[in-house]
């Protein structure tokens, strides 16, 4: 007997267009969130629908997470003044950057949502697919190119983003055509068209029609993917995308110092469901190698396979990843092979020694610098005397650097003259922002999800407490005679793995208030996922566990060897239980 199809299938078959009610919706003043079948339709448009988990003794207020479309992390000066100005008329006052190398709006009332949605159009971004069952914001290296290879690589991840996007008119129809913008935001929109040279870079092509002249999306058709796609580029050997982990991945190839192409990857993802076996981390396998102009014809046929084989039936065993551990990788070779009319090369060499974000000042090849800043949790935010905002509104207004936001929630000013330099530090520092030039190896390469209070999947914090954890295991470092040595760490509030706790050096994922799963042995390359080592540890437990690791790491490690790779060798693990 098959299988019956979730609800979201014959959800996204009656509504293809992906409309739902949701205009309805927003023209009722008397609502103040979504409801029914809505709360999946506006994930397609970029939108989460969230309360806030601190007030619920006192009933529910409701708000949404609103996230933007970034490829490659690239948003220009003109751009961000207008993401900063709308934090502060219709979000909670901060911006978040996330590991897909976004921007996030946080606290959004049900009232602001259209003049968000349509200010960041119009600043020539968008929302569209940033969420629901779609390929993803894409992935790229963040640093700025440094040769014609990172300038190749950032136009292909341009063209894969445009080749993947779906085709829904609903979306233009309710956040560009059907907003008119009000409360003063519309002059520094109009300031940031008049900036650009081009026309919107993620508005899609038209739909196709079916015989009754409805829309129909080519490549997603009436029903789109069983799940979430996420793709990203990664040029060695930096790995600094965690290219590993993506449903899709496209590893730059160079020979005589030049772009040749990419080796294909496919089948990686992170999430899971605690105590559903069904569901697991899975790093992709390496398919074969592609040309350049392969690229949208490979990548158009990776994501019509899943939305093919994909899982209709099970929405927490329909990624990609499972396709490939059931079907095998052979299995998806040859499918391949048969969309495409003939098999791919086998993939040429690479490595990859290392990932993370590179903090201080760097020359770029045109002459002009770059300055990676870290940002504690991805959070631009005022707080006390850190007053980060003010200082990159400031910087934005009076230099116009380019802002590129990192996989590891960083961020990156580049295309900065020299004689700029001293003011720009002086405006940071001014501010007190002087953690950002130089955070120390445990803050600059840790990450953690917002969790609680705004979503509603936490399972316990993560974001709130992460940088006192971090504190006290740089405090175990000490103890152990090990300090400032570099250490992957990262927090999850729940199995869903937003911050890649799978693949660090020391993985937290939340399991209940206050008590979490401990991951170790992933390595700083982002090539080997993590293992349990303890569950439903209290979190005060947490730096005396690890602290006492770091005391037989100190003893025992070989020269140079990482905390991850002695920890995936050492005598730490505990014995397989033999059934009875």
Known sequence: MEKPLTKNEFMKAEKPDLSGNIQATLADPSLDRFSGDDEQFIKFHGIYQQDDRDKRKTGKEYSVMVRTRQTGGIVPASQYIVYDELSSLFANGTLRITSRQTFQFHGVLQKGIGNLIK??????????????????????????????????????????????????????????????????????????????????????????????????????????????????????????????????????????????????????????????????????????????????????????????????????????????????????????????????????????????????????????????????????????????????????????????LTATQNLILSDIKEENKSAIEKILKDHGCSIVFNPGLIKGRGMACPALPTCGLALAESERIFPALLAKLEDAQAAAGIANEELVVRMTGCPNGCARPYNAEIGLVGKAPGKYNLMLGGNREGTRLARTWKESVLLDEIPVAVGELFKQYAQQRKSGQAFGDWVNDAAVWPAPTTPA
């Not at 309710?174 to 935001?185: E, P, Y």
């Open 119 to 404: 200010s960041i159009n119009e600043a020539l971004s968008s929302t569209l697919a940033t969420c629901g069952d779609v390929n993803r914001n894409v992935t790229a290296p963040s640093n700025p190119p440094v040769d014609s290879i990172g300038v190749a690589v950032d136009e292909d991840a341009f063209a894969i983003t445009r080749a993947l996007l779906p085709r829904t008119t609903a979306y233009h129809s309710i956040w560009v055509d059907g907003v008119s913008l009000d409360l003063g935001i519309g002059e520094t929109v109009a300031k940031a068209r008049a900036s650009a040279d081009q026309a919107n870079p993620y508005m899609p092509p038209p739909a196709d029609s079916d015989d009754s002249g409805a829309p129909v999306d080519p490549l997603y058709g009436k029903t789109y993917l069983p799940r979430k796609f996420k793709t990203g580029f990664a040029i060695p050997p930096n790995n600094d995308t965690d290219i590993f982990t993506n449903d899709m991945g496209f590893v730059a190839i160079v020979e005589n110092g030049k772009l040749i192409g990419y080796n294909l990857l496919v089948g990686g993802g992170l999430g899971t469901s605690h105590g559903n076996k069904l569901t697991y981390p899975r790093l992709a396998d390496v398919i074969g190698f592609i040309t350049r102009e392969q690229l949208i014809a490979v990548g158009s046929a990776v994501v019509a396979i899943h939305r093919d084989w994909g899982d209709r039936t099970d929405r927490k065993h329909a990624r990609i990843k499972y396709v490939l551990q059931e079907k095998g990788v052979e299995w998806f070779r040859n499918e391949l092979a048969q969309r495409l009319g003939a098999p791919l090369p086998a993939a040429k060499p690479f490595i990859f020694k290392g990932q993370g974000d590179a903090f201080g000042w760097f020359k770029q090849l045109d002459g002009q610098w770059f300055l990676g800043l870290f940002i504690e949790t991805g959070r631009v935010k005022d707080a006390g005397d850190y007053k980060l905002k003010t200082a990159l509104r400031a910087i934005a207004e009076k230099f116009g650097p380019v802002f590129r």
